[in-house]
């Protein structure tokens, strides 16, 4: 008998040496941090800066000493790192951030807060690292959109998404499995689509169809992993009153924009932006004339002095400018460039045009808002502002571009560049992909702009259209568009638009063969036309 207690306090003493032996856990934090604008970029560095000192405090007072390591990244992001699955060879090779040791990420984004990091930590000790999981603030899609492939057309509610911006909780487990899913000798993983439209929902997607929640089994049968939704993340800090759980995480929404207020929303007093300053030039055809032009005309022409319309025919009843170029079903590079080259003539030496928006004749846009966003641009410099998206950017071809039915801006002199620099493999390329292809080639990058929107306002999460104002929402099928701009993009209807400025006339566009015997982009135009984008699909 006193040997059996002899051999039972020898194994208590070992368990107790090996757990005393045993390191915390680390928990890594990543500030996934936009290189644009000089706003974004200070937020990441506040955000790293908080963490630290509640970190620091937390140490001072002896709370969690021992249970984890907090590691802090800011990661700055590279061409593709916005769509964070394409961000994981990043953190485990260059960065070598992510490591066996670590059981929890937290993956935050510039306006993403942490209001308690005790809190947080206090809600990691009660989950468990090894299990293959992910939490946040689950949105849902009312219906099936483009914007997410229809995925899940049939019951679209059903499919749980993260709110990126609101903070999202990777367990070690997980983010490992997905590093070894896209690291370069990965295999057999299963991508919805080459194109890259809603990082959050793609990355659900990609989670659900490529990892299992059975360990020993690579590939899922008959579904994989869903989000969890975690209800200290929240939306907003203020979006649930009375909470049973206090808010640990959160997105903070971004102060209205209003044209009384540039100064207040990051504006340098040189670069104020007014409508006047802003070239509108929209694309039409004849089929529309009709039909679209005057819901413009009834909504956010009052605020767009500088506007024309460009279409295939040119009618001097509203007026539109004839560019020469025959109306096709879909891509419209011939036209966009023919937009471009008229657009400039049309302007000359007008010393008051800053920035030239290319705008689909369903585009409902909110002109003052946009200003704000302009104002925090330099004019003078090459500057490529839209919704952005994204092709292949898992393989060395891929490229960013800007959508065009939300709106693409551009300084004047990266109008010039493109009209110089760029040219159309064929009269019905996908226009928008063309010419960020064409931008990425010349060094000129993607800038997202929050707030610009291809699909209409049904076809985003609610949560995420009270996050940042809404600038601009596209299509006007199954919807009311001055319903639409009255409700979302802060406008109200007009008897009378705002008078056209002065147009000078000037000859259609030369013959498209003339047009398209520049700089060519046959490497790139190839893969898109391979792959079937010549007939572009209007995502």
């Keep these: 008998m006193p040997g059996r207690i002899c051999v039972l306090l020898v194994l208590l003493c070992l368990v107790s040496f090996c757990r005393g032996s045993e390191k915390p856990g680390e928990v890594l934090l990543v500030v996934a941090c936009p290189p644009y604008p000089l706003q974004a970029r200070n937020e990441c560095s506040a955000l790293s800066h908080s963490v630290l000192e509640q970190q620091r405090a937390l140490v001072l007072a002896g709370i969690?000493?021992?249970?984890?390591?907090?590691?802090?990244?800011?990661?700055?992001?590279?061409?593709?790192?916005?769509?964070?699955?394409?961000?994981?060879?990043?953190?485990?090779?260059?960065?070598?951030?992510?490591?066996?040791?670590?059981?929890?990420?937290?993956?935050?984004?510039?306006?993403?807060r942490v209001t308690s990091l005790r809190g947080l930590l206090e809600q990691l000790r009660r989950q468990d690292p090894r299990e293959l999981s992910f939490y946040g603030h689950a949105l849902y899609d009312a219906e099936a959109t483009i914007i997410h492939h229809f995925s899940n057309y049939q019951d679209p509610q059903r499919f749980p998404y993260p709110m990126l911006s609101a903070g999202v909780v990777f367990s070690g487990a997980l983010l490992r499995r997905l590093a070894d899913l896209v690291a370069p000798n990965g295999h057999n993983i299963s991508l919805h689509s080459d194109f890259s439209i809603d990082a959050s929902h793609e990355l659900a997607r990609f989670i659900f169809d490529n990892v299992s929640p059975h360990p020993h089994i690579s590939t899922p049968i008959s579904g994989g992993i869903m989000l969890k939704g975690a209800s200290y993340i929240c939306p907003t800090a203020a979006s649930v009153?009375?909470?049973?759980?206090?808010?640990?995480?959160?997105?903070?929404?971004?102060?209205?924009?209003?044209?009384?207020?540039?100064?207040?929303?990051?504006?340098?007093e040189q670069q104020h932006t007014t409508g006047s300053h802003i070239y509108f030039a929209i694309k039409t055809c004849a089929k529309f004339h009709k039909e679209r032009i005057p819901i413009i005309e009834r909504t956010w022409a009052a605020d767009a002095r500088n506007r024309r319309y460009y279409s295939d025919v040119a009618d001097a009843s509203i007026p539109t400018i004839g560019t020469g170029i025959p109306n096709v079903q879909s891509g419209h590079c011939a036209k966009m460039m023919a937009i471009l080259r008229l657009s400039l003539k049309d302007i000359g030496e007008q010393q008051d045009i800053?920035?030239?928006?290319?705008?689909?004749?369903?585009?409902?846009?909110?002109?003052?808002?946009?200003?704000?966003?302009?104002?925090?641009?330099?004019?003078?410099?090459?500057?490529?502002?839209?919704?952005?998206?994204?092709?292949?950017?898992?393989?060395?071809?891929?490229?960013?571009?800007?959508?065009?039915?939300?709106?693409?801006?551009?300084?004047?002199?990266?109008?010039?560049?493109?009209?110089?620099?760029?040219?159309?493999?064929?009269?019905?390329?996908?226009d928008d992909m063309i010419l960020g292809y064409c931008l990425q080639a010349l060094g000129v990058p993607a800038m997202p702009a929050a707030g610009l929107h291809q699909a209409r306002p049904q076809d985003y999460a609610g949560e995420l259209l009270q996050l940042q104002p809404p600038l601009s929402f596209h299509k006007f099928w199954n919807t009311d568009p001055e319903h639409t701009y009255r409700r979302w993009l802060g406008g109200s209807l007009v008897n009378r638009s705002a008078p056209l400025a002065p147009h000078q006339e000037q000859p259609a566009a030369g013959p498209l063969h003339t047009m398209m015997g520049r700089h060519s982009l046959a490497a790139g135009v190839g893969l898109l036309q391979e792959t079937g984008l010549g007939k572009h699909l209007d995502l």
């Design 64 to 112: 969690f000493s021992g249970d984890f390591v907090l590691k802090v990244h800011v990661m700055h992001e590279l061409f593709n790192y916005w769509t964070l699955v394409d961000a994981l060879p990043h953190l485990r090779a260059q960065a070598r951030v992510l490591g066996a040791r670590t059981e929890w990420i937290i993956w935050c984004q510039h306006n993403t």
């Design 241 to 268: 009153p009375h909470r049973k759980v206090a808010c640990v995480l959160h997105a903070q929404p971004e102060e209205p924009l209003t044209s009384l207020g540039q100064r207040r929303n990051g504006c340098d």
């Design 354 to 430: 800053h920035w030239l928006m290319l705008v689909d004749d369903d585009t409902l846009l909110s002109v003052p808002r946009l200003s704000v966003l302009l104002c925090r641009h330099n004019a003078s410099e090459l500057v490529y502002l839209g919704q952005r998206y994204g092709y292949r950017l898992h393989a060395p071809d891929g490229f960013n571009y800007h959508t065009g039915g939300a709106g693409i801006v551009l300084s004047m002199p990266l109008v010039r560049l493109i009209v110089e620099r760029c040219s159309c493999p064929s009269a019905s390329a996908p």
